[in-house]
């Protein structure tokens, strides 16, 4: 079983070979990770809504200032998370393929 490789392992292999297909997956890392890094930002944003329910407000923020900052934050991660699945839409397409069968 350890002889079997990944298949995104073979991806990446190829890429590192084909400079087209490497700067394609450069981007769509850097997105990845940065969609990463902003999801951070969600958990941050549930609980200083949280707290500040409780409490009145959490490091100086309301509850309300963490609601107006979770709706345009919301709006972003949406945009973001947009244009990752449009950039793995081949990848979507063949997993929702893989899944109904």
Not at 74 to 86: C, Q, R, V, Y
């Amino acid at each position: 079983m350890g002889d079997i490789m990944d298949p995104m392992s073979k991806i990446f292999e190829e890429a590192k070979r084909n400079p087209k297909m490497k700067k394609k997956l450069k981007i769509k890392a850097a997105f990845t990770l940065l969609l990463s890094v902003m999801f951070l930002g969600v958990i941050f944003i549930t609980v200083g809504t949280i707290l500040a329910s409780k409490h009145g407000s959490f490091i100086g923020m309301t509850q309300l200032d963490f609601l107006k900052l979770r709706s345009r934050y919301g709006l972003i991660m949406t945009a973001l998370i947009l244009i990752h699945l449009g950039m793995n839409w081949n990848i979507l397409k063949k997993e929702i393929e893989f899944l109904m069968s």
